[in-house]
């Protein structure tokens, strides 16, 4: 008995595109994707840019960069695989502020503020102490 072999092709981009509107036309709402449809939209990725798949098959360029890198090496990189909170404690990096503020009034009277680290002062409460002082006696 003679068998044939039937040649293995792969789909076009035409060919997944309609696969993925029927698959769209008979989902349930918020259904993920099947991974067969997403290895198809990979196997593109050889022949068409990922921006190119992505309009036609109206997929996310992001997600479907991170699965057509991870097809090629086997993994996720561990920059996008990760998903561990970081906590960084920025007042020990961070130098200490310094802060020049000068405020002169009609009258004349001047202040003016130097603040440099953490103080106790609160240049808010002095600034509207400042403004608040009253009429000039001019």
Known sequence: MNQKSIPNTKPTLEDVRHRFEQWRAI??????????????AVS????HS?????????L???????RIY????????SAVSSSAFVELDLRASMPDAECIV?????????????IKG???????ELIKAFWGKGLCSR
């Open 27 to 40: 989902r349930k709402h918020r259904t993920p994707i099947p991974d067969s449809l997403w290895e198809e």
């Open 44 to 47: 593109l990725s050889a022949d």
């Open 50 to 58: 990922i921006h190119k798949i992505s309009k036609a098959l109206r």
């Open 60 to 66: 996310g360029y992001t997600t479907l960069k991170r």
């Open 70 to 77: 991870a097809s090629e090496s086997g993994n996720l990189p």
């Open 102 to 114: 000068e405020m002169e009034d009609r009258c004349g009277s001047k202040m003016k503020m130097y």
């Open 118 to 124: 953490k103080t106790g002062l609160n240049p808010p």
